[in-house]
Structures are given as C-alpha cells and as structure tokens.
C-alpha cells in the first residue's frame, strides 16, 4: 500500500473504527457457474448492438442526404417519414397486390432513401391496441413482393438468453401461406393474462436498424423481447407475467394471439425489430 | 465481425483471467452493500459485462469496475427507496422503519453513500480496488498530492459521519 498518511494513522490507532470501514476482511462469493460465458455473451451482444446503432446512424446521414438530393430534384416524390411498424393503413390482400400494384403505390425515389425514413421514424411506437392511425406507409419493396399480412403469419416464441439479470427471447413470424412476402421493422406487443386484459404497456421499441425481411413460403423472420429478471422482493418492482401475447405484425391493423409467459420488471419490456432468422435481432 | 482470430483468442483470455482473479471480490464487495447474495453477483455481473460490452477503451479495468459497481449499487439504493416511499404511503411507518435497517452493511453503505462523488471514487479505487495511490491519480487525472488530499478530507468526513452515528445509538 503507498498510501503515506493513512498508513500513519492505521498505526497509531488499531481501533479507530475507520479501519473496519476502509479496510474491511476481504469477502469473496464464489463464481456461479457458467456466469463468465453468460457474462461475455451479454456483453458481446450490447457491442453488436452498439455497432449496429452507430452503423444505423450513419445510414441516416447518407441516406438523409440522398433524401434530401431527391426531394429537391424531385418535388413529385412523397415518402412519408413514420415507421412502418403497426402505423401501416395497409389493405391486406396480398395475393391481388402484385408486384405492379405495389410499385404503383410506391414512389420512392431511392431505396437507400427509404431505409432513411424508416431509421428516422424513431418517434414512439403506436404499438398494440391503441388502435391509432398513423400515416400511409409505402411498403419498402426490394423484392417485389407484398408486405406480409396478419392472415399470412404464425407468431410464437423461440429460444431465449439470459445473464446479468436481463431475459432475452426471440419472437418468431413465420410465413405459412404460399405467397412471398416481406415484414419491415417493429412489431406492436402486448402482453395479456388469462382473461385477455391487457398487462402493463406495449413493448417500447429498442432502436437498432432494420430493413426489410423478405419471407418466402415457411420462412421465419424474428426479433428480440428484452426484459429483466426481478431484483428485488418488492411487489411493485414486477408486472403479473403474461399468459399470452398481442402481435401486431409490422404494418398490420389485425392481431395475432398465442401463448407466451413474459414478465415486466423495473419497466423493462422492450422489443427489436424484424430480422431474417429464429434466433433474434440481432441473431445469436 | 472485427477482429482476427488470434485477437480474439487472446481477449477471450485476457478477459477470463481477470474474471477468475477479481470477480469473487467484487462480489463480495457488492454483497455488503445489498440485501441478498443474488443482487451482489447480479451487479458484479453487470459491471463486467459494461466493462466488456466496451473492452479496448477502459485503460485500469480494476478501476472501473469498482466504480461501476459503486454507481449500480447507488442505484439499487435509489430504486429501494423509491419503493419504500410508496410503501410508506400505504402502510405503517413502523414496518419501513424496520426493512431499512435491514438492508446492507449500514458502515459500508454510509461510505459509499455519504460521500461525495470527488471523494468517493478516489476512496473505491484506493482502498476497495487495492490501486496505489499513484495510479488513481492518473486514472482520475488528479495530482498525487491532491488525491492524498482527497482521501484525507474522505477520512475526516466518515470519521465525523462515525462518531455522529454512534452518538445516536447509544
């Protein structure tokens, strides 16, 4: 220890009850196992989340720039800034809305302009059963294909991760009609008991980038539901846990109910949006 | 992404070796600060995880995993007392009279808490963290001098805040 003047006053004074304070008796609590493992994944998932933001960011700024460009060549071209996600005032008929029905309804003059208004629709979700209106959204339409519709898609849960008190699982929309389609951006979520009354608030939306996930026949997209685990004793610190969730698949005013147990801890209940895979966003 | 492999092999290393040597401690730490051995590890778990969610950026990991652990246990206390406020709204003053003296080693968590933050940190890192007090001058960008200072004026204080306490007791 190089600390000069405590180590006089340690050694003048055995009792001063300071010491006891400043230099207690070492206590160590041992390792629980698997905790190092469970600690890296945590942390190497926050990084990538990180990564992802500041990556989004970026897109923003390119992207808002190339909007911009185009909106001035182009006064004709409207793109309307809010996500797409459950603000969507989409007719669901997927199979009547081709691919030339869709371009129709979309002037949008770059793609790379279109991921920028969905990066910056970051306004609050207008997530499960409220039942707000927002603005006509153009789908985002790579593929030529049609935004998938409630009817098209089979909600459940999938796996899950957990460490450092935070619960991690993995929502999957899986396309089970014959047609192709795509989902772009956030779910609305809600969580409700047994009677089917809602828990709490919808899921807030966890702003990492996103972009259009093309969903063939079978295919699965999935996002990440985040919550915390209880800290304390406290019977206010916890929501009920849910019997069952609301999905709003992304653009769609129709829900989909199905069993699924997750529990509100300190406000913590916030979900990702749509990416390719079952294994959450970002995957694991 | 980022990163070769041999790279990573060696943080992957790095990162276990540190966990292996200071975990318990930090855990231990944290644990006379709380109520339960569950909340202690879940804060120590969660300062490692902040100090590898930005690993390369944090020159004395030591260091700042003691202070991070420090601020969660603060906010613990926070949240605690936001409860019982709430709970005291709602039942007697009696029953939170008594759940407040059972959380936590009340000599530990009036350091942490009564200091102020310029005093507390210096105080964390020189004697919970073990670092000279050469190297928390440069962790905190202070002079020698006036870290020793710091830590004498932390003294003071907690040996005032001391007395004061046993005084009430007895």
């Known amino acids: 220890m190089t600390g000069l003047s405590d180590d006089d006053d340690r050694g003048g004074r055995p009792l001063d009850p300071l010491d006891a304070l400043l230099r207690p008796a070492v206590e160590f609590l041992p390792v629980p196992p698997g905790s190092f493992q469970r600690i890296r994944r945590t942390a190497a998932r926050r990084r990538r989340a990180k990564a992802a933001v500041s990556g989004g960011l970026a897109v923003v700024v390119v992207a808002g720039s190339l909007y911009l460009a185009g909106a001035f060549t182009a006064p004709g071209a409207t793109v309307v800034v809010t996500p797409p996600a459950s603000s969507g005032h989409y007719a669901p008929g997927p199979s009547s809305s081709g691919p030339a029905a869709s371009a129709s309804r979309t002037p949008v003059p770059a793609p790379s302009a279109t991921t920028g208004s969905a990066q910056t629709g970051t306004a609050r979700p ?29 909600a459940s849960l999938g796996g899950g991760d957990a460490g450092a008190g935070n619960v991690y699982r993995y929502l999957l929309l899986t396309n089970h009609s014959r047609t192709t389609c795509h989902l772009t951006g956030f779910p609305g979520l809600s969580m409700l008991d047994a009677n089917g009354t809602q828990i709490g608030v919808p899921a807030t939306q966890e702003r990492i980038g996103y972009s259009p996930v093309v969903l063939r026949p ?3 997209a999935s996002d990440t539901i985040h919550t915390a685990n209880r800290q304390t004793n406290s019977s206010t610190e916890c929501l009920p846990t849910s019997v069952r969730l609301r999905i709003y698949p992304p653009g769609n005013k129709a829900s989909l109910l199905f069993p699924g147990q997750v529990t509100d801890c300190d406000d913590l209940f916030t979900v990702t949006p749509f990416t390719a895979g079952s294994t959450g966003n970002p995957p694991s | 992404m980022g990163g070769t492999a041999i790279r ?30 569950g909340t202690a590890h879940e804060i120590a778990a969660e300062a490692f995880a902040r100090l590898w969610a930005r690993w390369g950026r944090v020159e004395e990991p030591r260091g700042f995993l003691f202070v991070t652990a420090a601020n969660l246990v603060r906010d613990h206390w926070q949240k605690l007392e936001r409860e019982r406020r709430a709970y005291r709204r709602a039942t007697t003053e009696e029953r939170v009279k008594q759940q407040r003296e059972e959380t936590g080693d009340p000599s530990v968590r009036l350091l942490v808490q009564s200091l102020p933050e310029r005093l507390r940190t210096p105080v964390l890192l020189h004697y919970y963290a073990d670092l000279p007090v050469r190297e928390v001058s440069v962790l905190l960008a202070r002079n020698e001098g006036t870290v020793k200072s710091d830590l004498h004026t932390a003294r003071e204080l907690l040996r005032a805040q001391l007395g004061g306490r046993h005084d009430r007791t007895v």
Request: proline residues 8%; aromatic residues 6%; charged residues 20%.
């Open chain 2, 8 to 37: 990573s092999q060696s943080q992957e290393s790095a990162a276990s070796e540190l966990f292996a040597a200071f975990y318990p401690r930090l855990a231990g730490w944290c644990r006379r600060l709380v109520d339960d051995d």
């Open chain 1, 218 to 220: 079978g295919e699965s």
């Open chain 1, 126 to 154: 207008s997530t499960g059963g409220r039942g707000t209106t927002g603005a006509v959204v153009p789908p985002v339409d790579p593929a030529s294909t049609p935004m998938c519709a409630t009817s098209q898609l089979t």
